[in-house]
């Protein structure tokens, strides 16, 4: 008796363990973090990609967005245009990798290095909307001097 008592009790638990991990792997689902690319250097290019694509288009949400910086005179910058958001991943001197987790809401979005903005810049469309137009140029496409002054800040 004792012994059914037991394994009715174990079994009881390991169903309810069992119940409460699948409501944890759906909220888990629900609030994910989508995971983006983003690289800038070495020369004049700049990128930003899911899963090996170029983005276009995203949903709504939270993303992780893991920026390689492959060159110390530039930086990855990220803003909604009109100015209502803007993070710099990167700074000027700086060569590696970081990790920033932003919250994108529906609108246009532009991705760029600051002091090369006029050459090197891309764009995104968060939600639906008319599809957003890809820019990324490198060196030989700009005509940079390779001065280090795009003729902003």
């Excluded at 394994?7 to 759906?26: E, F, Y």
């Excluded at 995971?35 to 899963?51: A, D, E, Q, W, Y």
């Excluded at 008319?130 to 990324?136: E, F, K, R, V």
Aim: aromatic share 6%; proline share 3%.
């Amino acid at each position: 008796m004792v012994g059914k008592a037991l394994a009715l009790a174990c079994t009881g638990a390991a169903g309810a363990a069992l119940a409460l991990s699948a409501v944890g792997s759906a909220g888990d689902r629900s609030g994910s973090v989508i995971v983006l690319r983003g690289t800038v250097g070495p020369g004049f290019t700049i990128n930003l990609t899911r899963n090996g694509r170029r983005v276009t288009r995203l949903a709504p949400g939270l993303y992780r967005i893991i920026v390689s910086d492959r060159s110390s005179i530039h930086n990855f910058k990220l803003e909604k245009s009109g100015g209502a958001f803007e993070r710099r991943a990167t700074t000027i001197g700086f060569v590696g990798a970081r990790t920033i987790t932003v919250r994108l809401t529906a609108g246009r979005w532009e991705y760029y290095c600051q002091p090369h903005e006029s050459s090197m810049k891309g764009h995104f469309i968060v939600g639906s909307g008319p599809a957003a137009p890809q820019t990324t140029t490198t060196d030989d496409e700009a005509g940079d001097d390779h001065g280090g002054n795009s003729g902003r800040g």
